[in-house]
Each structure stands twice: as structure tokens, then as C-alpha cells.
């Protein structure tokens, strides 16, 4: 089994400097540290693996495999997916307060892969920064299971319930239920942090981009990457929210454990087909980086010294040790230098970052206050079904599972026509058309509500939460179906991007920034609406009240809608005056070419 950054048998492949600290190796090995052999390892065989992470039973097929990715993508919306139902249901939190907990705990699911990514490139290399993440994962979800066992203590039962509308009886959460849960959700946070981010990169890690034909395929792969993980999503989105609504929480809990411990008994299985990187140096990222701090101040200092003397007085006079030591201090210095380098090559993609964030708070709604918007609506399908209001959400994996194959093989070959790049569009592009997406969708979303609380109205129905608002959900599922869309071009886009874009040894770090747009768009999304709804509140009516029917949803929508314009402006400033690293990023974007 693997160990160390990415393979036990490492050290025959590392090139020594004089300091005795390991200089990375370019060239992939297999699972005992021999050079890999590109018929025996890496190519479409073993990336299904990993793909698969995302949503695999345990009787996947060996031979096509499906384990890691989509089993995670299972897991980790199986949790949040229909979460706020959860929080204003049995642990009976207000509309707003959810929303900010959910928004609060996104955040801290996307951004800590900055710091799995960061131990996974320096230290433990991705193979086994999953193999950890994954057993971290099974605890968590274990544990959230196990929370919505606890007792509710001894306490007398409410006749009204919880954010109940009367007749049922229910208990609320004793303290030690509530402090159980959290727990166990922000471990599912910590898990994805180390799991997310090292997942896609060992996907691609195992095309040779130096390599015609698995140069393409590495590029397909992450179009096909998403394909799979939205696949499991849907699937995700509409058994297991109905599992929690109609059966029991704690199953709906339990069935992404058992599907994520089977997944990593699946993904072991590839690990003799797998390539692995050397992507560490025996140093800590921390020393490294103060090791770049300190050349950074160096040559500030040196920059004030007078030159040195004439080259004949110093050689005459500098006996041969000292010339031995300033080569080894110039060695120092190019190792420095690189360091310096690979930051400046992070620093670069900030402007993209920043003005992707507005992006992320809208996404952040599709989860919150568009499922609670459903749930007021008429959710019956004939005379027996009643669709779970989370389950609206698999409309957008729905529509990125069909979309995806046409955007692959219909939109890019007709767009290489005109622009003459073989991926139809930049990476930019991709991910400014998927922005415009959005924007349409908040306006579709907010012109949705506008009309929900008009038909309230007119039926005299706002004073009864209760009560469902005589209007259909299909409303609702255009702006699902918008956001899907705009996912396949901008959610796929920032992937290749940060993962193409960053220095080549930080490519774990680069997809971690990817998802860390989404969690400081999480925190921004909960201080919007804390914000708001303290405001609002206090002049005698909130946007997001726990009757949504005397909520203003249509303005907080609008709100976004507008700030989503004001971010495109800013992006499409930004991605024209972009320069990419190579030349070669512009002809490997998103396509099997």
C-alpha cells in the first residue's frame, strides 16, 4: 500500500541536494515505487476508480470500477442536501438561523481543503490523504446517525411541536443531542476537507499530459468527472431525501455511511493500477514557506549592500571553504526563488477568485431557501405521491447529466468552427457563460416568489404556514434546471482552471482554492441573510420569517441578482487581461478533442 507522499517506495526516485532535502520527482511511479509502465497503470481504468468514489454500491463491477467521488458526492449531499429540513424540523431552529448554521458549515467544508490540499502536495500525497479522509468520513456520518438516536431527556413533550403547525407531538432536542450532531457535522466538514480536493487530482494525475492522446482524455475527464458525481447526486437527491422525510433520519444518515465504507473498500482495490507523484519535500509546508519569507527579506537587505569588490581582489582573497559555502548558499537561493515563484503563481489567480464569489452565494441558495420555498407549494403528483421539497434539487444534477454530453460533443465542436480552439472556448469563457446562467436563474427565482406570495394572498391562505400555497411545483424548476446549466460550464470551468493554472507541484492547493470560492461564498451568503434578517426584523417584518408567506424571499433574491451583475462586470474585466501559464491551457479545456 502506498505511503509516505504518494508511494512507501519513494526514496530509489529521489535526487538528493546538498542539504539532504528530497527534490521531486516528475516521473509517476505504481504502488511499489517503480517507474510506472503506462500499459499497466494510470489511463480511463484507473480514474473510474476514483470517479466512482463519488456514488458506488458495493457491488460495483472491479472491471469498470466506481468507488470514490460519486460515493463522497452521495455522502456529502445525503447530509446537506435536505439539512435544513433537518434543523427546522427535529432540532427546531427559525428559517434564518438554519440558513446561517447550513451557510456556516458550507464555508467550512469548502475551505478546509485549502488546508487538506496543502498537507496532501507537502506531506502525505493524495493516495493516502484519501485513504485518512475516507475512515474520518465513515466516523462522522456514523455519528450523525447514531445523534438522531439520543434521548431528548426527560423533559414534557410540546403539544404544538417544534416548528410544528399543531396536533403532533413533538420532543424538542435535549443539549446533548444538538451538541452531538454539530459535532458530527463538522467532522464530515473536516473529512471533505482532506477528501475533496486530492480526489480529482489523483483522477487526473493518472493521464500523462505529456502524452497526445492521454493528454486529451485528461482533459474529457473532467467533464466526465462531473457527469458521474451529478449522476449520484440525483440519485441522492431523490431516494435518500425521501428516506428522511417519510422513514427516519437516522437511516437517511446511515445508508451514506455504509455506501462511503463500501466505496473505500472499492477504491483499495485500484490501488495497483494507480500512478502516484512524489509532490513533497522532507520539509514541512510551514518551513518552506518561511524559508521563502526568509529569501524574500535576503534579498531586500542585499539589495541596500554596496557590490561586492572586484572579482580579482576576491579571489585572491577568499580561500576555498567560503567559495564552497556560497555555492551552497546559491543552491539555497534557487530553491528559494522556486518557492517564491510557486507563490506568485498562486497570487496571480486572486482576481479570478474574488470575482467568483457572488457565484457561490447564489449557489448556496439551491440548498436553503429554495427547498423551504418548495415546501410551501403543492408537491402532489397525482393521488399518492408527494415529491420531498429537497428532491427538487435533482433537477440540477438531472440537467448537468444531460447537458454535459451535449455540451461535449455538440456546443464544443460547433463553437471550434468559429474560434478555432480545439475546446471550443477558454476556461474563462466556460466559466463567465455559466455566471450569466446564474444571473438568469436568481431573476427567474425571484420573479417565482413574487408570484407565490401573490397567490397566497389572493387565496387568504398567508396567516397558514400549513397550508400549501395552491401552485404547482414545476414553478420552481426552472430556476433548478438554469442552475444546472451554469454549473456545466462555470463549475467545471473554475475546476480545470485552478487545477491547470497553479504551479504543477500545488495542483491539490489548486483545486482547494476552487472549492474555497463556494465556502467564503457560503459565509458570505449567512452574513447576508443574518444581516438582513436582524434589519428587517426590526422594522417589523423579516425577509426570511419562519412563515415565508410574510417573508420577502423575491427581494433577497433580487438583491443577489444584482450583485451577481456587478461581479460579472468585474469578471469579465479580469478574464480578459488574464494571461494563461502556457500556451497549452488554451487547447486543453473540457473536450475530447
Same mark, same amino acid.
Given at each position: 500500500?502506498?505511503?509516505?507522499?504518494?508511494?512507501?517506495?519513494?526514496?530509489?526516485?529521489?535526487?538528493?541536494?546538498?542539504?539532504?532535502?528530497?527534490?521531486?520527482?516528475?516521473?509517476?511511479?505504481?504502488?511499489?515505487?517503480?517507474?510506472?509502465?503506462?500499459?499497466?497503470?494510470?489511463?480511463?481504468?484507473?480514474?473510474?476508480?476514483?470517479?466512482?468514489?463519488?456514488?458506488?454500491?458495493?457491488?460495483?463491477?472491479?472491471?469498470?470500477?466506481?468507488?470514490?467521488?460519486?460515493?463522497?458526492?452521495?455522502?456529502?449531499?445525503?447530509?446537506?442536501?435536505?439539512?435544513?429540513?433537518?434543523?427546522?424540523?427535529?432540532?427546531?431552529?427559525?428559517?434564518?438561523?438554519?440558513?446561517?448554521?447550513?451557510?456556516?458549515?458550507?464555508?467550512?467544508?469548502?475551505?478546509?481543503?485549502?488546508?487538506?490540499?496543502?498537507?496532501?502536495?507537502?506531506?502525505?500525497?493524495?493516495?493516502?490523504?484519501?485513504?485518512?479522509?475516507?475512515?474520518?468520513?465513515?466516523?462522522?456520518?456514523?455519528?450523525?446517525?447514531?445523534?438522531?438516536?439520543?434521548?431528548?431527556?426527560?423533559?414534557?413533550?410540546?403539544?404544538?411541536?417544534?416548528?410544528?403547525?399543531?396536533?403532533? #407531538?413533538?420532543?424538542?432536542?435535549?443539549?446533548?443531542?444538538?451538541?452531538?450532531?454539530?459535532?458530527?457535522?463538522?467532522?464530515?466538514?473536516?473529512?471533505?476537507?482532506?477528501?475533496?480536493?486530492?480526489?480529482?487530482?489523483?483522477?487526473?494525475?493518472?493521464?500523462?499530459?505529456?502524452?497526445?492522446?492521454?493528454?486529451?482524455?485528461?482533459?474529457?475527464?473532467?467533464?466526465?468527472?462531473?457527469?458521474?458525481?451529478?449522476?449520484?447526486?440525483?440519485?441522492?437527491?431523490?431516494?435518500?431525501?425521501?428516506?428522511?422525510?417519510?422513514?427516519?433520519?437516522?437511516?437517511?444518515?446511515?445508508?451514506?455511511?455504509?455506501?462511503?465504507?463500501?466505496?473505500?473498500?472499492?477504491?483499495?482495490?485500484?490501488?495497483?493500477?494507480?500512478?502516484?507523484?512524489?509532490?513533497?519535500?522532507?520539509?514541512?509546508?510551514?518551513?518552506?514557506?518561511?524559508?521563502?519569507?526568509?529569501?524574500?527579506?535576503?534579498?531586500?537587505?542585499?539589495?541596500?549592500?554596496?557590490?561586492?569588490?572586484?572579482?580579482?581582489?576576491?579571489?585572491?582573497?577568499?580561500?576555498?571553504?567560503?567559495?564552497?559555502?556560497?555555492?551552497?548558499?546559491?543552491?539555497?537561493?534557487?530553491?528559494?526563488?522556486?518557492?517564491?515563484?510557486?507563490?506568485?503563481?498562486?497570487?496571480?489567480?486572486?482576481?479570478?477568485?474574488?470575482?467568483?464569489?457572488?457565484?457561490?452565494?447564489?449557489?448556496?441558495?439551491?440548498?436553503?431557501?429554495?427547498?423551504?420555498?418548495?415546501?410551501?407549494?403543492?408537491?402532489?403528483?397525482?393521488? #399518492?405521491?408527494?415529491?420531498?421539497?429537497?428532491?427538487?434539487?435533482?433537477?440540477?444534477?438531472?440537467?448537468?447529466?444531460?447537458?454535459?454530453?451535449?455540451?461535449?460533443?455538440?456546443?464544443?465542436?460547433?463553437?471550434?468552427?468559429?474560434?478555432?480552439?480545439?475546446?471550443?472556448?477558454?476556461?474563462?469563457?466556460?466559466?463567465?457563460?455559466?455566471?450569466?446562467?446564474?444571473?438568469?436563474?436568481?431573476?427567474?427565482?425571484?420573479?417565482?416568489?413574487?408570484?407565490?406570495?401573490?397567490?397566497?394572498?389572493?387565496?387568504?391562505?398567508?396567516?397558514?404556514?400549513?397550508?400549501?400555497?395552491?401552485?404547482?411545483?414545476?414553478?420552481?424548476?426552472?430556476?433548478?434546471?438554469?442552475?444546472?446549466?451554469?454549473?456545466?460550464?462555470?463549475?467545471?470551468?473554475?475546476?480545470?482552471?485552478?487545477?491547470?493554472?497553479?504551479?504543477? #507541484?500545488?495542483?491539490?492547493?489548486?483545486?482547494?482554492?476552487?472549492?474555497?470560492?463556494?465556502?467564503?461564498?457560503?459565509?458570505?451568503?449567512?452574513?447576508?441573510?443574518?444581516?438582513?434578517?436582524?434589519?428587517?426584523?426590526?422594522?417589523?417584518?423579516?425577509?426570511?420569517?419562519?412563515?415565508?408567506?410574510?417573508?420577502?424571499?423575491?427581494?433577497?433574491?433580487?438583491?443577489?441578482?444584482?450583485?451577481?451583475?456587478?461581479?460579472?462586470?468585474?469578471?469579465?474585466?479580469?478574464?480578459?487581461?488574464?494571461?494563461? #501559464?502556457?500556451?497549452?491551457?488554451?487547447?486543453?479545456?473540457?473536450?475530447?478533442?
Amino acid at each position: 500500500m502506498p505511503s509516505g507522499s504518494d508511494s512507501g517506495a519513494y526514496d530509489p526516485l529521489l535526487s538528493m541536494a546538498e542539504d539532504g532535502d528530497p527534490v521531486a520527482v516528475a516521473a509517476p511511479v505504481d504502488h511499489r515505487g517503480r517507474p510506472a509502465l503506462r500499459g499497466a497503470t494510470g489511463g480511463w481504468r484507473s480514474a473510474l476508480f476514483i470517479i466512482g468514489k463519488s456514488m458506488a454500491p458495493c457491488s460495483i463491477d472491479r472491471s469498470i470500477g466506481r468507488p470514490v467521488e460519486i460515493a463522497e458526492r452521495f455522502a456529502f449531499y445525503g447530509v446537506s442536501a435536505n439539512l435544513i429540513s433537518y434543523l427546522t424540523g427535529p432540532l427546531g431552529e427559525g428559517n434564518a438561523a438554519a440558513a446561517s448554521a447550513i451557510n456556516a458549515w458550507n464555508g467550512v467544508s469548502q475551505l478546509l481543503p485549502l488546508i487538506g490540499g496543502a498537507l496532501a502536495d507537502s506531506w502525505l500525497g493524495r493516495y493516502r490523504t484519501i485513504l485518512l479522509a475516507s475512515l474520518l468520513y465513515i466516523m462522522g456520518l456514523g455519528m450523525l446517525a447514531f445523534s438522531t438516536l439520543l434521548s431528548t431527556g426527560n423533559h414534557q413533550c410540546s403539544s404544538a411541536g417544534v416548528g410544528g403547525t399543531g396536533g403532533n #407531538k413533538t420532543c424538542p432536542p435535549s443539549t446533548l443531542q444538538v451538541a452531538f450532531f454539530y459535532i458530527s457535522l463538522y467532522m464530515v466538514a473536516v473529512a471533505q476537507g482532506g477528501h475533496k480536493p486530492c480526489v480529482q487530482a489523483f483522477g487526473a494525475d493518472q493521464f500523462d499530459p505529456s502524452d497526445p492522446e492521454e493528454s486529451v482524455s485528461r482533459s474529457s475527464f473532467f467533464n466526465w468527472w462531473y457527469f458521474g458525481m451529478c449522476g449520484g447526486t440525483a440519485v441522492t437527491l431523490v431516494f435518500l431525501s425521501y428516506v428522511q422525510d417519510n422513514i427516519g433520519w437516522g437511516l437517511g444518515f446511515g445508508i451514506p455511511c455504509v455506501v462511503m465504507a463500501c466505496a473505500l473498500v472499492v477504491f483499495l482495490l485500484g490501488t495497483r493500477t494507480y500512478r502516484y507523484y512524489v509532490s513533497r519535500s522532507a520539509k514541512g509546508l510551514v518551513a518552506r514557506a518561511g524559508e521563502a519569507l526568509a529569501a524574500w527579506r535576503s534579498r531586500r537587505k542585499s539589495s541596500l549592500l554596496p557590490p561586492p569588490a572586484s572579482e580579482e581582489c576576491h579571489s585572491s582573497a577568499t580561500p576555498a571553504p567560503e567559495f564552497s559555502t556560497r555555492v551552497d548558499a546559491d543552491e539555497q537561493v534557487v530553491r528559494n526563488d522556486g518557492l517564491i515563484e510557486q507563490a506568485k503563481g498562486i497570487v496571480r489567480l486572486s482576481p479570478i477568485w474574488a470575482t467568483c464569489l457572488i457565484y457561490a452565494v447564489a449557489f448556496a441558495q439551491s440548498s436553503t431557501f429554495f427547498t423551504k420555498q418548495a415546501g410551501t407549494l403543492d408537491r402532489r403528483i397525482g393521488d #399518492k405521491i408527494k415529491v420531498p421539497p429537497a428532491a427538487l434539487q435533482s433537477f440540477i444534477s438531472i440537467t448537468i447529466v444531460a447537458f454535459i454530453p451535449i455540451y461535449d460533443r455538440v456546443i464544443v465542436p460547433v463553437a471550434r468552427r468559429y474560434t478555432g480552439v480545439p475546446s471550443g472556448i477558454t476556461m474563462l469563457q466556460r466559466v463567465g457563460a455559466g455566471m450569466v446562467l446564474s444571473l438568469v436563474s436568481m431573476v427567474i427565482a425571484a420573479l417565482v416568489e413574487t408570484r407565490r406570495l401573490g397567490v397566497a394572498r389572493d387565496a387568504g391562505i398567508i396567516d397558514k404556514p400549513g397550508v400549501p400555497v395552491p401552485m404547482s411545483l414545476w414553478w420552481m424548476v426552472p430556476q433548478y434546471v438554469l442552475f444546472g446549466a451554469a454549473d456545466v460550464f462555470t463549475m467545471v470551468g473554475l475546476q480545470e482552471f485552478f487545477y491547470d493554472q497553479v504551479p504543477d #507541484k500545488l495542483r491539490s492547493l489548486g483545486l482547494a482554492l476552487y472549492l474555497s470560492i463556494f465556502g467564503v461564498g457560503s459565509f458570505i451568503s449567512s452574513a447576508l441573510v443574518t444581516g438582513i434578517d436582524r434589519a428587517t426584523a426590526a422594522r417589523g417584518g423579516s425577509w426570511f420569517d419562519n412563515n415565508l408567506n410574510r417573508g420577502h424571499l423575491d427581494y433577497f433574491y433580487w438583491l443577489i441578482a444584482a450583485l451577481s451583475g456587478l461581479e460579472l462586470l468585474a469578471y469579465g474585466y479580469f478574464s480578459v487581461t488574464f494571461k494563461y #501559464k502556457n500556451k497549452g491551457a488554451l487547447l486543453a479545456t473540457s473536450t475530447a478533442y
